[in-house]
């Protein structure tokens, strides 16, 4: 008899696959891990903002590193598993943490990626039933072979999707050659995640910042307006419209777009020149309709306030699904910390946890995950 307990789904868990490690172990530039004589375990160094630190680092023995610790947690998938099992999750769905193969030169991109998602393909069917993934795209690689990987990983059991970055090809994701890439993911039914790496210019900051502030700053607000910025040039470019069929799903519960859409929604209603060109007739559809028809949101906002945004704008908590960030979300000692970080009401978190737009829903999340997988998933 199936069981009528919810399944809790992990939408948003990342791992740094050993064949990944490598290739930043063997670099000189930031992505890059190094070891310093000063700090007991390698040093995972992502963000360019770093590079002052670094090169401090590496000429005095006493300075403090950069980054942050490579701790067997970012890519054993035995720590994967004991931290599922300690926080009662049942499945959930990796993808190879930033800046992925953005970095990768084109000859080599292609090659990189099957490597890296043959790895993830092979991490899940260890695991039958628990995991899943999402594919990481050879974004630098001719538009032939990037086209192929998308084919190639259509086609790989366990892959539900792909992670993007805010660059795209390098312009952006409201630029045109990348049209041809969101069309292909779409018609393979995989849905996109799109997260955050590059967050604003340094010098948005402040002179003060690197030295004074960590890293509070272009992760608490840079990403957050890294992911508006990109989803709202996508929608100014008419992407979504052009390509109906893509379904995204957006990190850290849509960054500051649950609170700003009405406000760009206002400024495209006004706009002199939009108004002038046609852009703005009755026919077009708002950001709230795209919001609230190809896009989902992760739960990993840390407020009870900005969760309840999220579900206003996204059209409900059927449209959110949970994530942990795993392992760079905040330490939680205790499941009861989690629920705090996340409170809404009961009604409203079920589906959420169930990953219900998963298992409901159109996109390669949702069409390859159904009840038939897990019977005792409610629906």
């Keep these: 008899m199936a069981s009528t307990k ?16 490598d290739i930043l172990t063997s670099r000189t530039a930031i992505p890059v891990v190094r070891t310093f004589p000063q700090a007991a375990d390698p040093r995972l160094i992502l963000l360019d903002a770093e590079q002052q630190a670094l090169d401090a680092a590496l000429q005095d023995p006493t300075a403090k590193p950069p980054g942050r610790p490579l701790t067997s947690h970012y890519a054993s998938l035995d720590q994967k598993i004991h931290f599922m099992d300690t926080h009662s999750i049942d499945i959930s769905v990796v993808s190879l943490a930033n800046p992925w193969l953005d970095f990768i030169e084109p000859k080599e991109a292609a090659a990189t990626a099957r490597s890296v998602n043959d790895e993830f393909e092979a ?4 695991q039958p039933g628990r995991l899943f993934f999402f594919a990481a795209l050879p974004l630098t690689a001719p538009l032939p072979a990037l086209l192929e990987a998308v084919r190639h990983v259509a086609e790989l059991e366990h892959c539900r999707g792909v992670i993007l ?3 795209g090809l390098g312009s952006g994701l409201d630029d045109p050659e990348l049209v041809p890439v969101l069309e292909a993911v779409a018609a393979a039914a995989l849905t996109v995640f799109l997260h ?11 002179p003060r ?10 992760l608490a607000l840079g990403f957050p307006m890294e992911t508006t910025i990109a989803v709202a040039r996508m929608y100014l470019a008419g992407v979504f ?15 500051t777009l649950p609170f700003l859409a009405g406000r760009i929604e206002s400024c495209i209603l006004h706009d002199g020149q939009l108004v002038a060109e046609g852009k703005v007739g009755a026919a077009r559809r708002t950001i709230w309709d795209v919001l609230r028809e190809q896009v989902y949101l992760d739960a990993v906002i840390y407020s009870e306030i900005g969760l309840k945004a999220a579900i206003a704008a996204s059209g409900g908590a059927d449209r959110l699904m949970f994530g942990t960030d795993h392992p760079f979300f905040p330490p939680l000692g205790t499941d009861e910390q989690a629920k ?3 409170r809404i009401n009961a009604g409203g978190s079920r589906p959420m946890i169930t990953g219900n737009a998963m298992i409901n829903g159109h996109g390669g999340l949702c069409n390859h995950i159904t009840q038939s997988d897990y019977q005792d998933v409610v629906l």
Excluded at 196 to 206: Q, T
Aim: proline fraction near 11%.
């Design 340 to 342: 705090k970080e996340s």
């Design 165 to 167: 970055g805010t660059s």
């Design 209 to 218: 910042a690197s030295a004074e502030y960590g890293h509070v700053l272009p």
């Design 196 to 206: 955050p790496h590059y967050g604003l210019p340094n010098d948005v900051w402040g």
């Design 241 to 255: 419209d052009r390509v109906p069929a893509l379904r995204m799903l957006l990190a850290h519960s849509g960054g």
């Design 123 to 126: 991490m899940c069917a260890s």
């Design 6 to 21: 919810p399944k809790v789904v992990d939408i948003h868990t990342h791992m740094y696959p050993p064949s990944y490690i």
